[in-house]
């Protein structure tokens, strides 16, 4: 395993890498040293102007004077040559063939010298005197300090975007958040047997001698799976928080750079932080980024950064002996993506599923959230939990934190049954949009429409329950909708129940042809959603002849839902599959317009409430529905009781197996 101890590399003890500052100023003095050494004075360059002008011979002597001197040697006429600065006066002569060059200081304001130089005939000009200090500062010490502020600037823009200095682009400290969570396992709710298989580690955290005076060995990785919002990162902090150890945290993606080896070197200084400060957890959320499967990227001969980062991580999950109190939990959606070397034993020993909370754990997680909720004492915890089936936690969160939100805005002292039913209408079909005006027309439409939904659900068994009807436009595109919610927890569906929910998503269409004789757009989404169940069980359940128990179609992002599909099926069995899909839809179709003209009445019933209402409670759908049917002197729930759908699926399934028979037999 490659060592990344600074107090081990030679590299990192340079007296240059230590310091930067300094080496920087010590290089640009040797550099002014240098230019001064070529430059000369500014004697040297007065005489070597003044030989163009007196000839070849070199200004031998160099002699300071008194300024009445100088002015006694012009009279004389033994000066040749006079120049003129701010503070002193050169004057070269020219005695025995060797030029001497005099200096003498101004003395105040002489008006007298220029016109005792013209009357002697002595040539003269002016010169600028040199500040060597300033020349040194304005010409080489500014360029370089500007040049110096542009170096700064570029290194911590480099250092916010690489987690480094220029000399540290592989630092995982400025990505890593080290901190020890206070979140216990009190906190977690709906994810009982995920918390059990975790418990462990909190035990060898605590107390690894216990473990390792046994030779057992504790699992290095644990891979928590489950869809989004489940709680997966805040179990990892509640197993920190338990065994009361350092927490580092850090994304999949942060070790990805452009440039080539630093997610590598990120990962090495990651586990050396941790190694340091053990007993510890690493975290890394999202670890599909950098853990996808090196045969998925179909490259040939080299590899990417990305797969160095991976490499690397492997490398160091084998690195630290199963007695280094170091447990590596990584949480991801897409567990079927992930390289086989990462899930093989000795690294990602454990796979932990926090899936979605059933019945009783929305319970637990509602009155995880609801403690610091002022809520009224009439506030029924068990019904907000039965209408959000399917919801995750952080969505239950959401809720509790939206219907506190409306409260507040009404101004209420507390929060209030109906404001939780109200936030989970938000969640599940869209903010309400009262001030989007419809037509009488459209209403209208849309009364039936929704009216057939809720009695297919209600006279269909295996349906979900309706709890809401409602007529007021939600979200983007819905201009009504139907709220419904199972009566009890579903982990599998038999297929009279998946025929069932074809049914009610087939009701509202129906609705539309019965009673307004013309059928609408409003349906789209209702055709497509029952188009995919009958696909579904074609393809993936076995539940028709076309395919028998073929299955057609591979399921991919088991956790995140609209995976690809592949085709591994000829053209002749797409076609039946087609032909199977359509025809069962008719089916369903034509025996949804017989049930709704058969409980005529009672949708006209549930379309006059909705008009004068908007929205009705679902025990408001089941008593029409009740009253009809003992007035017509039907069983009440009639297809419930008979359990007609589910005999009329086994008689239909048993008359084709006979037929089958029989032609086996004739043949």
Do not use: C
């Amino acid at each position: 395993m490659a060592d990344n101890n600074p107090k081990k590399d030679p590299d990192n003890q340079n007296f240059f890498n230590k310091n930067p500052l300094l080496t920087f100023a010590i290089f640009s003095l040797l550099i002014i040293i240098l230019f001064k050494s070529f430059i000369g004075t500014q004697e040297g360059q007065f005489g070597s102007q003044n030989q163009t002008a007196f000839g070849a011979a070199p200004v031998t002597q160099t002699k300071t004077i008194p300024y009445s001197d100088l002015k006694k040697m012009i009279k004389e006429g033994r000066i040749k040559y006079v120049s003129i600065g701010q503070t002193l006066i050169k004057a070269v002569s020219n005695e025995g063939g060797f030029k001497i060059l005099y200096i003498a200081k101004k003395v105040g304001e002489d008006n007298t010298l220029i016109p005792l130089l013209d009357k002697m005939g002595v040539e003269y000009s002016g010169y600028s005197e040199s500040n060597w200090l300033g020349e040194v500062l304005f010409g080489w010490v500014l360029p370089i300090l500007i040049f110096f502020g542009i170096w700064m600037f570029l290194a911590s823009r480099m250092q916010k975007s690489m987690g480094g200095g220029i000399l540290g682009m592989g630092s995982a400290k400025k990505l890593v958040n080290a901190e020890k969570p206070n979140v216990k396992f009190d906190d977690v709710a709906g994810v009982e047997e995920a918390k059990e298989e975790v418990m462990e580690i909190v035990e060898f955290l605590k107390f690894p001698e216990r473990y390792i005076r046994l030779g057992a060995k504790i699992p290095k990785g644990v891979l928590l799976v489950g869809p989004p919002g489940t709680g997966k990162t805040l179990l990892a902090k509640a197993v920190a928080g338990e065994a009361d150890v350092p927490f580092f945290s850090v994304s999949g993606s942060s070790f990805i750079e452009m440039f080539v080896g630093v997610g590598a070197a990120r990962v090495r200084d990651l586990f050396e932080q941790a190694k340091k400060d053990a007993p510890a957890i690493i975290f890394i959320d999202e670890i599909d980024a950098i853990g996808k499967s090196r045969a998925a990227n179909g490259q040939i001969g080299g590899n990417d950064e990305r797969e160095q980062t991976l490499n690397q991580l492997l490398a160091e999950m084998d690195g630290f002996s199963s007695d280094t109190p170091i447990i590596v939990l990584a949480a991801t959606n897409r567990p079927e993506v992930l390289d086989p070397a990462l899930l093989r034993p000795g690294r990602f020993d454990r796979q932990v599923l926090v899936d979605k909370p059933d019945f009783e754990g929305r319970i637990k997680i509602l009155k995880v959230h609801v403690k610091h909720i002022k809520m009224s004492e009439d506030t029924s915890i068990e019904e907000i939990a039965r209408l959000t089936a399917g919801l995750a936690g952080a969505d239950l969160a959401n809720i509790v934190n939206e219907a506190a939100l409306l409260a507040g805005r009404k101004n209420k002292d507390q929060v209030e049954q109906e404001d939780f039913i109200e936030a989970v209408e938000r969640a599940i079909a869209g903010l309400e949009k009262k001030s989007r005006r419809i037509s009488p027309k459209e209403k209208h439409i849309v009364a039936y429409h929704e009216s057939g939904h809720a009695l297919i659900a209600e006279t269909t068994p295996g349906a979900k329950s309706v709890s809401k009807v409602s007529i007021i436009p939600r979200g983007l595109a819905a201009l009504g909708y139907t709220l419904n919610t199972p009566e009890e927890n579903k982990y599998l569906m038999q297929k009279h129940e998946l025929i069932a929910e074809v049914d009610t998503l087939l009701g509202g269409r129906a609705a539309e042809e019965v009673f307004i004789k013309e059928i609408s757009t409003g349906a789209s989404n209702d055709l497509e959603r029952a188009t995919d169940i009958v696909k579904a069980m074609v393809s993936l359940y076995g539940m028709s002849d076309v395919a028998g128990l073929m299955v057609l179609e591979k399921q991919t992002n088991l956790f995140l839902g609209n995976g690809m599909s592949q085709k591994d099926y000829s053209d002749k069995t797409a076609e039946g599959v087609d032909e199977f899909i359509k025809n069962f839809l008719d089916e369903r179709y034509k025996h949804v317009v017989n049930r709704l003209k058969e409980y005529s009445e009672a949708i006209e019933e549930i379309v006059k409430e909705l008009f004068k209402a908007e929205t009705i409670e679902g025990t408001k759908v089941r008593e029409i529905i009740s009253e009809f049917e003992k007035k017509e002197g039907i069983p009440t729930k009639l297809v419930a009781n008979k359990e007609s759908l589910k005999d009329e699926l086994l008689e239909k399934d048993q008359g084709e197996d006979d037929e089958k028979g029989d032609d086996k037999r004739d043949k």
